[in-house]
């Protein structure tokens, strides 16, 4: 039997009495179910808006700002993961990405396999379970199949242009959709509209950042893209506004992720200068959706939910071609995207974790509200299950926790415990508390935040003596960090070797929620894959 997100009736009636009650109110409530349109912006900041930044912003953020308040502003909101991918697997089905086994074969970049199969239960199918029709207008980067030439593995070169793509967005549940395989700085740059490539994808074209070269539709333009986003959407929502269902619209901005590509009318509008700009371009999409809601109708029907899939990469800045560290120099100049937290993109700090979000209901939440409930973007499934009163069976979305209790009344804690990650290593949050399963930033690769992973383990073999030889040893306070979050923001003062009883029940804590395959109260599900809560780099670990 399914098990609702509604309450039941507690009170005790007749048959027919309950009978007639069940009809009036499933009835009221049906015609009563909100539209849900979310907002994801790409490596978007903490910092990045004025709302949350405060004085450590230094670009002006209008719309965001405004839908802090005309709703409820979140200040302790966070990713499951500083790394877009999985970020959005989270986001996409209420599970943690880390449970999901290898993601099919793919190419480079869009090319990527699919990251989970179309079996898998997701946002577009609940809504449509509920009866909503749903969209998807963006980014995607969860993967696709393409046809191909050959038969073989996807990518540039094999790729068939002239054909649809065989798994696509509209096979997990959307009805309609309009997106890109991936980010705006990754190849083929060409819009799908539910299988069909749109434009003749016979060019080579490459952007600013990483220049990345590769097949792209004749007439696609880099900074005509978050315009054309926000028309689909636009007309998405006129479309919608005419019909009998409530509608769900999943918005995927690309930026203000590289390539830096402001639209012509925002160029030099910001004061610190291109990355500004495409912050203030991100932010007015927010406003021309809302636009959108608002001519149609229905923004009184409509709940409005904006976030970011992670902090910002510190790669982006006044340049734009991908350059280490630039954020530090707008750091200078008064402009901190990650706001008051340490480490960027890719880390296990807060910078690479934290998000802002925000929520407008009208009628429900107050408007100029502010909450500190923690919450994750995984949370997103089950809150949206319970406001459009959507069937959820056990396994589905088992690491998804409702905070409509929360939007009704900030004051409400959601939930104590959240797994984030960065690409090097696991954290857990347990009320302010939080721990990172290993020495340094968490990240590594080219633009890694301070300290590179691998150097820092290397530092705290030499601390401890000796290489961590079993699980007990990897629990010693050379290779974990403990961090009060209420009294310590920025992450400076590491307080596991004054908590060693702390860090143990916190390491117990993250494994029974490894092995149980669920976050959430329920039957003890599988993991896709063996996962360890310590990801030692390989010269470390003496197996």
């Avoid at 199949?145 to 068939?160: L, S, V, W």
């Avoid at 200078?332 to 937290?341: L, S």
Wanted: charged share 25%.
């Amino acid at each position: 039997m399914k098990d609702r997100i509604r309450h039941p009736f507690k009170k005790v009636v007749t048959l027919a009495v309950l009978l007639c009650a069940c009809f009036a109110s499933s009835t009221v409530q049906a015609e009563s179910r909100p539209n849900i349109v979310f907002i994801l912006a790409d490596d978007l900041g903490y910092g990045d808006i004025k709302a949350f930044g405060g004085e450590k912003n230094n670009i002006d953020t209008p719309h965001f700002d405004q839908l802090c308040a005309d709703g409820m502003k979140f200040t302790d909101a966070h990713v499951t993961d500083s790394v877009c991918v999985p970020s959005r697997t989270s986001i996409m089905t209420g599970r943690y990405a880390f449970r999901f086994g290898a993601a099919e074969k793919g190419g480079p970049w869009g090319f990527t396999g699919l990251r989970f199969p179309p079996s898998q239960h997701t946002l577009g199918d609940m809504f449509r379970s509920a009866g909503y029709a749903t969209g998807y207008v963006g980014k995607w980067h969860l993967g696709t199949r393409m046809a191909t030439t050959d038969g073989q593995i996807q990518g540039p070169e094999n790729t068939d242009f002239s054909k649809p793509i065989e798994i696509g967005v509209s096979d997990y549940g959307f009805e309609k959709c309009f997106f890109l395989p991936g980010s705006l700085d990754m190849f083929p740059y060409a819009f799908i509209r539910g299988k069909e490539w749109q434009g003749r994808v016979t060019a080579q074209k490459g952007w600013s950042a990483f220049n990345r070269v590769g097949p792209a539709a004749e007439d696609f333009e880099d900074t005509e893209v978050l315009s054309i986003f926000c028309k689909e959407a636009g007309k998405y929502i006129q479309e919608q506004s005419a019909g009998e269902k409530p509608f769900f619209l999943f918005v995927a901005l690309t930026a203000p992720h590289t390539p830096t590509s402001p639209e012509p009318e925002f160029e030099g509008e910001s004061r610190i200068g291109v990355y500004g700009d495409f912050v203030m371009n991100t932010d007015a999409c927010i406003g021309r959706i809302r636009d959108h809601l608002r001519e149609a109708g229905v923004d009184e029907e409509t709940v409005v939910m904006v976030s970011s899939d992670h902090g910002p990469g510190h790669y982006s800045g006044r340049k734009r071609e991908a350059t280490a560290n630039q954020m530090q120099e707008m750091e200078k100049d008064g402009h901190h995207a990650t706001g008051p937290f340490r480490g960027y993109k890719f880390s296990a700090y807060e910078g690479g974790l934290r998000v802002p979000f925000a929520a407008v209901w009208p009628g429900v939440v107050k408007p100029g509200s502010e909450t500190d409930s923690l919450i994750g973007l995984n949370d997103l499934m089950a809150t949206w299950a319970e406001i459009a009163e959507a069937d959820l069976l056990p396994d589905q979305a088992p690491d998804s926790v409702s905070f409509v209790a929360v939007l009704r009344d900030p004051s409400v804690e959601s939930r104590s415990t959240l797994v984030t990650r960065g690409t090097r290593a696991d954290a857990f949050r347990d009320g302010e508390w939080k721990l990172i399963l290993g020495p340094g930033s968490g990240s590594s690769g080219r633009f890694f935040t301070e300290p590179k992973s691998e150097d820092a383990w290397n530092d705290a073999v030499k601390a401890f003596g000796k290489k961590p030889a079993n699980h007990e040893d990897l629990e010693h306070p050379a290779f974990v960090q403990l961090y009060h979050l209420q009294d310590d923001p920025g992450e400076t003062t590491d307080l596991s070797s004054d908590q060693p009883e702390r860090v143990e029940q916190m390491i117990e804590s993250y494994q029974r929620i490894i092995d149980q395959g669920r976050s959430t109260p329920g039957q003890k599900l599988s993991n896709d894959h063996e996962v360890k809560a310590f990801r030692p780099p390989p010269f470390v670990w003496r197996k």
